[in-house]
């Protein structure tokens, strides 16, 4: 039977690696009529494409959801939507605030947010490794970097959960989810009219100089969820894969940065991105037309065994400098080193505190996005040191 493979199917998000190896085999350029895209798995393919942005486009949004994917997509995710030259120009600008000097000086802040969400739950010692951790770190990381005062924080993580919530078995956002979203657009109005009048040493302040306020707004949400979900599943998968395979949970505890290299390749938070193309293609014996909607399987390549040798091991100790969990090319993610900052020091506060630990197989919960594949809930009990 030929392969069929949706992002959107459930039963495929729990587990999809089997269908990734057989798309890598037996159909590298894949159609799916019902949903209307073409995937590309192998990572020569996803390699060369995402660079390629001329006849890749990213004119209709990164994501394959109807909306935001659509001519209208930079309304809702900005520059993510967009190719040169608005795409270079608004990218510019948003980098001058966010530094690799910026992000390093974040570190001890970065510690300090840990401990304050871990200390409770480690003393708790049975605790939601996902709701009360790996889902606040980041929320609070980008009110930081963006420049929400901390006075407000606990109302913007909680605002931000509520609208980037979504029902199980929905992809659209549910009443409540629209409150927040609305009440958090109002917080950002209010923060950016503040920093119009009086600059701080913040992201919105860099902004504000340059551009009004319909544009930064749409770029701060854009922060908020590419920044957030995408780290707090990163965190969920190194905790879980490293206690899943229990011949690699001493080494990722000697070697976080090599436990965080090797979960961004193993089970990558962003499981792939999509491009309008803007030119027929002919890839392995078949034409593709100009205007249809691909989608680069991150995820699958970086699974491909022409790249990785035993690619289905989770292994600590491989070379994973071929892994494209970030993107490539013009959209090559932003937030990498603030990711793999975030990631590396709550991986190293909890090695610190926690001698051993247990997942509840049974309590635990994906999450279904499509575009993201991450736990929605990962029920903990720690040992202490
Ligand atoms: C740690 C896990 C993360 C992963 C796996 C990840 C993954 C990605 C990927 C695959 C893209 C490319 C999108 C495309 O090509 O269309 C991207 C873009 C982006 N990411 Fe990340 N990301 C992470 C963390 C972050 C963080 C912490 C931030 C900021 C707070 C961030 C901000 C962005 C932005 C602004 C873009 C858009 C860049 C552009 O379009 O030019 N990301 N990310």
Redesign the pocket.
């Known amino acids: 039977m030929s392969v069929e493979f949706s992002p959107f199917d459930y039963a495929v998000n729990e587990n999809p690696f089997p269908i990734y190896a057989r798309l890598l085999d037996e159909a590298p350029l894949y159609r799916n009529d019902d949903d209307d895209f073409w995937a590309l798995s192998r990572h020569a393919d996803v390699g060369a494409a ?1 660079p390629d942005s001329a006849r890749f486009s ?1 004119s209709h949004g ?1 994501l394959l959801n109807r909306p935001p994917w659509g001519p209208d997509a930079a309304s809702a995710v900005s ?2 939507a967009m190719d040169p030259p608005s ?1 270079t120009a608004l ?1 510019t600008l ?1 980098s001058r605030g966010f530094t690799a000097r910026r992000v390093a000086d974040l570190e001890p802040r970065i510690r300090d947010i840990t401990r304050h969400h871990l200390t409770e739950a480690l003393d708790r010692g049975a605790f939601d490794f996902v709701e009360d951790f790996a889902v606040r770190l ?1 929320l609070d ?2 009110s930081e ?1 963006v420049g929400v005062p901390e006075a407000d924080r606990d109302d913007v993580r909680r605002l931000a959960m509520l609208s980037l919530h979504r029902e199980d078995g929905s992809q659209d956002v549910s009443p409540e989810g629209a409150e927040a979203q609305a009440a958090l657009f109002g917080y950002y109005s209010d923060l950016v009219a503040e920093r119009r009048k009086d600059p701080a040493d913040d992201l919105v302040s860099v902004l504000v100089g340059d551009l009004p306020d319909h544009e930064v707004i749409p770029i701060l949400f ?2 908020l969820a ?2 957030s979900e ?2 707090t ?2 965190l969920g998968h190194a905790w879980y894969w490293a206690w899943r395979f229990p011949d690699q949970l001493a080494r990722a505890f000697d070697d976080v940065p090599a436990w965080v290299e090797e979960t ?1 390749r193993y089970d ?3 499981t792939g ?1 999509a491009r309008l193309l803007t030119e027929d293609l002919d890839l392995h014996g078949e034409r593709v037309p100009a205007g249809s909607r691909m989608w680069l399987l ?1 995820a699958a390549a970086n699974r491909d065994p022409r790249v990785f040798t035993d690619p289905d091991r989770y292994d600590l100790d491989r070379d994973t400098s071929q892994m494209i ?12 080193s ?3 900052l ?2 590396r020091v709550a991986l190293e506060e909890l090695v610190s505190a926690v001698g051993s630990y247990e997942i509840d197989p049974d309590g635990l919960r994906r999450s279904h996005m499509g575009n993201v594949r991450g736990f929605a809930t990962l029920p903990t009990v720690v040992a202490r040191r």
């Open positions: 995402l990213s990164p520059f993510v795409h990218r948003v980041p990381v980008v970097l854009v922060l590419a920044g995408t780290t599943n990163l961004l990558p938070p962003a991105v991150i969990s970030f993107g490539g090319g013009r959209h090559f993610c932003m937030g990498s603030l990711g793999r975030e990631a």
